[in-house]
């Protein structure tokens, strides 16, 4: 990697995040929040530690490797199951997530993030005018309302191909059935036991 290409990456994300913030009259109270907490972001692939940090007006990016309220590392294929709570646990076990430090911090970033909302209508009436901001804001919220639904749609479809058609993962009645069959194993095995330690006494 060029050795200025990340702090042109970082100069770029914070005025971009900076633009945004400005956008959401809601983001002062959680940068509020954020002050003064450090969250560093290490890709495994990736030679350079990201460190991210907030003010009372915006969100900085930096690289260093001193100590930070909650530091965070994982690889490139666990990076899009952080967003499910749920998995975060499973990817612990499996040693593709390492945490240290105050979890806290991290989803207090997470939540800002999350909760970011630009006015965009706003701004775009600036350029276009409020009749021609309203429809492209519009058009917008409909274009994410058919992204969103066709993503549950294709990940639904996913979840079904892989218990019918590819047998990869079982169905709720099958779960029900297997562990009536453990069950059931388990009982018969404890009858044999008893039987074992009966004909040990004779």
């Known amino acids: 990697m060029l050795p200025l290409l990340p702090q042109l990456l970082c100069a770029v994300a914070e005025k971009t995040l900076a633009r945004l913030i400005a956008m959401d009259p809601q983001a002062a109270s959680g940068l509020a929040r954020l002050q003064g907490k450090q969250l560093s972001f290490r890709i495994r692939e990736w030679p350079l530690t990201l460190v991210i940090s907030a ?4 969100i900085l990016f930096n690289q260093h490797d001193d100590s930070v309220d909650c530091a965070i590392q994982t690889d490139l294929a666990s990076l899009r199951l952080l967003r499910e709570p749920a998995q975060l646990t499973r990817l612990i076990k499996a040693d593709a997530l390492q945490i240290d430090g105050d979890i806290q911090v991290a989803q207090q970033y997470s939540h800002f993030f999350q909760q970011l909302d630009p ?8 350029y276009v005018g409020d009749a021609a901001a309203h429809k492209i804001a519009l058009s917008l919220r409909q274009l994410q309302q058919y992204l969103t639904s066709k993503g549950s749609a294709l990940q639904q479809l996913g979840t079904e191909l892989a218990q019918d058609e590819l047998k990869l993962s079982p169905t709720p009645v099958e779960m029900a059935q297997f562990s009536t069959q453990v069950s059931q194993l388990a009982a018969q095995v404890d009858v044999l036991l008893q039987r074992w330690q009966q004909l040990q006494e004779l």
Do not use: K
Request: aromatic share 8%; hydrophobic share 25%; net charge negative.
């Open 55 to 58: 003010t009372a007006d915006s």
């Open 119 to 126: 006015d965009w209508q706003q701004s775009l009436s600036g």
